[in-house]
């Protein structure tokens, strides 16, 4: 399981609407990391890894729901050698 904690801040940066240079770079590093997480989600998803992307004041709720999950999910089944 992998919990990802989101930053706010990242988010308004990613999203805003920059006025200087500095925060048209700031935007596209906040957006570089967005989608940089997005697509360690995407991988780690689909090698069988639940993942989990939350803000702080929910961090404690979706990390224990998540993991709590994780016991209704059906398993999969492995053979044995020999």
Known sequence: ?????ED???GRLAW???QTPPAAFAKVAAMEILLANRRLARE???A???TVS???D???LDALDAYLSLFQRPRAHTRRAG
């Open 1 to 5: 399981m992998l919990v990802n904690l």
């Open 44 to 46: 780690l998803s689909r």
């Open 58 to 60: 929910r961090l404690a």
């Open 48 to 50: 069988g890894v639940l």
């Open 54 to 56: 939350t803000s702080a």
């Open 16 to 18: 805003g609407s920059p």
């Open 8 to 10: 706010p801040q990242v």
